[in-house]
């Protein structure tokens, strides 16, 4: 059963209660008027019946005039809903606009969710993450043959030529580094490259020695020639032991220079030109196109050879990627608090934009349906709680009717 019909039968059921409440007091009210003569508490009765059936046909009458004439006449000021269809349409709209669509309004609701959060707990299971990789690299040999197709091929590469023209590659390389910056992986970078040049370093200390000494002067003792590479090698390797420091000079120097070329990235023109212009060169080159299309031809053969295989070695390193993913934004709040902050800033920005178009379809909805269909989807919502009114009408009229009688009965 459909939830229209569910609705129906409520309404339905709520209507006979109501109606039957006031059959139920017009004849309590005969009964009472008929046995009234030397019975004078009965008399109570009747008030009360009297002026239930009142207050149950005044808010039958207000609560029909909402959705249609009463008995089908057409009294002024009924049928409120059909005749000012259009208008409810409007202000429904507009309600919408103003009271839920606002940026504060969608911000406020979207940092109640925890995007990052949850997408981690998600990829955190093995389930989840094989699914997607098993989606992903299945999709793969459908991608590669249109691309070997030349005109798909000629598109895809206008289209992507028309979206790189489009996104602002400084800004964009700022925000890579704020992740990086926001868990301190540029820290974890950093570290990683000076124990590659400290390792570099000792495994080529004969070469280093040998060049030091082939620079020296013929007429410098190789005692003294022997001392200074010593002295050299001590010298970097101190220097690459205050950098790993957390607590080094050089580390409030390195944390420096990044904020500061995340804020120049972030604001500055001439990054983003010296970026552009990098870009262009280098795609536009002809011999870089040449390459591009050697080195695409032989990874697209490699791909569509290993996509088509059960075991997937593409499917397996994707799965492990995304399992890696989940767990490193898991264990990393810096970063989840970082993503989180920039989808709900996105989104709120979005939606708000598009308001505009989701307002008018909400006003081209209604203004398309029909008088009675409109009447009818608003009296299955609203017209069971309506009945309550003429019980309540009809309760709370002969409370008042009881009150009135007894008064007069003072007097």
């Known amino acids: 059963m459909t939830a229209e019909a569910v609705q129906a039968q409520g309404l339905a059921r709520m209507r006979r209660l109501a109606t039957g409440l006031l059959l139920l007091m017009a004849a309590l009210f005969v009964v009472a008027k008929l046995l009234e003569p030397g019975r004078p508490a009965l008399g109570f009765v ?3 019946a009297e002026a239930a059936m009142v207050g149950a046909i005044a808010d039958w009458f207000a609560v029909t005039a909402l959705f249609r004439h009463p008995l089908g006449l ?3 000021h009924t049928a409120i809903i059909p005749a000012n269809k259009e208008r409810i349409g409007n202000n429904l709209a507009s309600f919408l606009e103003q009271n839920f669509m606002s940026y504060d309004v969608v911000h406020g609701e979207l940092s109640r969710i ?3 959060g949850a997408a981690a707990q998600w990829l955190a299971h093995p389930g989840n993450a094989r699914a997607v990789a098993q989606e992903v690299s299945s999709a793969v040999p459908v991608l590669l043959r249109m691309a070997n197709d030349k005109d798909a091929a000629d598109v895809l590469g206008q289209a992507l030529e028309g979206a790189m023209r489009n996104v602002k590659l400084a800004p964009l390389l700022s925000r890579l580094l704020s ?5 301190r992986q540029h820290h974890v970078l950093l570290e990683n490259l000076l124990r590659l040049v400290a390792d570099a370093l000792e495994r080529h ?3 280093i020695r040998q060049k030091v000494h082939d620079h020296s002067p013929r007429w410098l003792p190789k005692a003294i020639d022997e001392k200074f590479y010593e002295r050299l ?9 205050d950098m790993q420091g957390e607590d080094s000079e050089w580390r409030a120097r390195f944390q420096s220079a990044t904020e500061e070329l995340i804020a120049n990235l972030a604001t500055s023109d001439e990054y983003e030109q010296k970026l552009r212009g990098l870009l262009d060169s280098t795609l536009g080159h002809p011999m870089f196109r040449s390459y591009m299309g050697q080195v695409w031809d032989d990874i697209r053969q490699r791909l569509l050879a290993d996509t088509s295989k059960p075991d997937s070695r593409i499917a397996a390193h994707l799965e492990q990627a995304l399992l890696a993913l989940g767990s490193a934004l898991a264990r990393n709040p810096a970063v ?11 989104a709120a920005d979005t939606i708000v934009a598009k308001r505009v178009l989701i ?3 909400v006003r081209r909805v209604i203004h398309s349906w029909d008088t009675d269909t409109l009447t009818r989807k608003l009296e299955l919502h609203v017209g069971r709680d309506l009945q309550y009114i003429r019980i309540n009408g009809t309760l709370v009229g002969g409370m008042v009717g009881l009150l009135l009688h007894a008064v007069g009965l003072l007097f």
Do not use: C, E
């Open 336 to 346: 989840q608090h970082k993503l989180n902050a920039w989808i709900r800033t996105f």
């Open 74 to 76: 057409p009294i002024p």
């Open 205 to 207: 200390r004969p070469y």
């Open 233 to 241: 090698m001590a010298g970097v390797q101190s220097t690459l032991d």
């Open 114 to 116: 925890d995007f990052t």
């Open 179 to 183: 992740v990086l910056a926001a868990g």
């Open 359 to 361: 307002v008018d379809l």
């Open 46 to 48: 009747a008030a009360f």
